[in-house]
């Protein structure tokens, strides 16, 4: 279907379906909008191709429930009740992961980043996604929660073909290195910028 | 839920609540990725508020079929038979807008663009949808085969609480000098630099 030609054909040994299925690094950064609402409507295609799809959130607070939360794990039990797409796992920091069920302090974020890295390496190690969509994990590698060389290296030499999505502003430079395709979203104009607040359905 | 306190507060009468409620343009530009995806990541949202989703790509090609299509129609058939989050609807040129069902001819991109656009305008008028996504729509705006003033005071004037979103590279200033949101997706890097060509699941 796509009918790019790349500008350079690298001298890689590899044939081009080998070169074009080669997992990626993926990161949205800059002060826009659409960093992580992009990063979900990819987990829609990956979905649609039957991928398992892991979203590690790393916000402070669990109490703030997106839209797109409330439908990818709808479409996640879709998978379990028809087979339909592939399954969505949902995690959120803040509260305490969901996979340790430990109930969390508000006031230790920078242990619970450390807990989701860490389970998230785990994961990596094991293969157990297909898409990872790391939501604003660059805040938790600016405020050293986690090694940044640790999470480079880690996610630099993953197994087999695992994506990885990363959003954030202000991506650690090292990140950006080693990501195979970086996007920054640049703010151009804003309705809060005239009074005007987020609302309902567009900004979560 | 949010938290965030505008910079200014106009002085035009409104009440924060009012203000909140206005509808938008919003437009996703620039030459990164990000642009349209970012559009369904959005409808995603809408349809968990259960809003009406209309979605009209100018895209040449009607064979090609995006996951987000499949997923966002899947989520309006869930619509029509549990009554969970809103219905979708999902036209493409190229092949002839399927409201019409005249089968198009691949050599009259001018005259489907204009149908396009007369059929957005009577749903305007109607107020169909409560999110319309007109993706790639800076395109035809660009080559002329739609009016650009029509567009922009249809939009600038549409009744009632219609959220527009537009998509695609280089926005026409009259589009951007109306818009309420717009967002520059800039490409940082790209995977086809290095001779990595678009893979199922990422770029579709």
């Given at each position: 279907?796509?009918?790019?030609?790349?500008?350079?054909?690298?001298?890689?040994?590899?044939?081009?379906?080998?070169?074009?299925?080669?997992?990626l690094?993926?990161?949205?950064?800059?002060?826009?909008?659409?960093?992580?609402?992009?990063?979900?409507?990819?987990?829609?295609?990956?979905?649609?191709?039957g991928?398992?799809?892991?979203?590690?959130?790393?916000?402070k607070?669990?109490?703030?429930?997106?839209?797109?939360?409330?439908v990818?794990?709808?479409l996640?039990?879709?998978?379990?009740?028809?087979?339909?797409?592939?399954?969505?796992?949902?995690?959120?920091?803040?509260?305490?992961?969901?996979?340790?069920?430990?109930?969390?302090?508000?006031?230790?974020h920078?242990a619970?980043?450390?807990?989701?890295?860490a389970?998230?390496k785990?994961?990596?190690?094991?293969?157990t996604?297909?898409?990872?969509?790391?939501?604003?994990?660059?805040?938790?590698?600016?405020w050293?929660?986690?090694?940044?060389?640790?999470?480079v290296?880690?996610?630099?030499?993953?197994?087999?073909?695992?994506?990885v999505?990363?959003?954030?502003?202000?991506a650690?430079?090292r990140l950006?290195?080693?990501?195979?395709?970086?996007?920054e979203?640049?703010?151009?104009?804003h309705?809060?910028?005239?009074?005007?607040?987020?609302?309902?359905?567009?900004?979560?």
């Amino acid at each position: 279907m796509p009918q790019g030609r790349p500008p350079v054909v690298p001298d890689d040994g590899l044939t081009t379906r080998q070169r074009r299925n080669r997992p990626l690094l993926v990161v949205h950064t800059g002060d826009g909008k659409g960093k992580s609402t992009a990063a979900f409507g990819l987990a829609l295609r990956s979905w649609n191709q039957g991928w398992s799809i892991g979203v590690f959130q790393f916000v402070k607070s669990a109490k703030w429930r997106i839209g797109e939360q409330t439908v990818l794990e709808r479409l996640g039990d879709l998978h379990r009740d028809t087979g339909e797409g592939g399954p969505v796992e949902w995690h959120k920091m803040g509260a305490g992961w969901s996979w340790s069920r430990k109930p969390g302090s508000e006031s230790d974020h920078a242990a619970e980043a450390a807990e989701g890295w860490a389970e998230i390496k785990r994961r990596l190690a094991a293969q157990t996604h297909d898409l990872l969509v790391l939501d604003e994990f660059t805040y938790p590698m600016q405020w050293g929660w986690v090694d940044v060389e640790d999470v480079v290296e880690t996610i630099a030499n993953r197994p087999g073909r695992q994506h990885v999505v990363v959003t954030g502003r202000r991506a650690h430079p090292r990140l950006l290195q080693t990501a195979d395709l970086v996007t920054e979203m640049t703010k151009v104009r804003h309705p809060m910028d005239v009074g005007q607040k987020g609302q309902r359905g567009i900004e979560w």
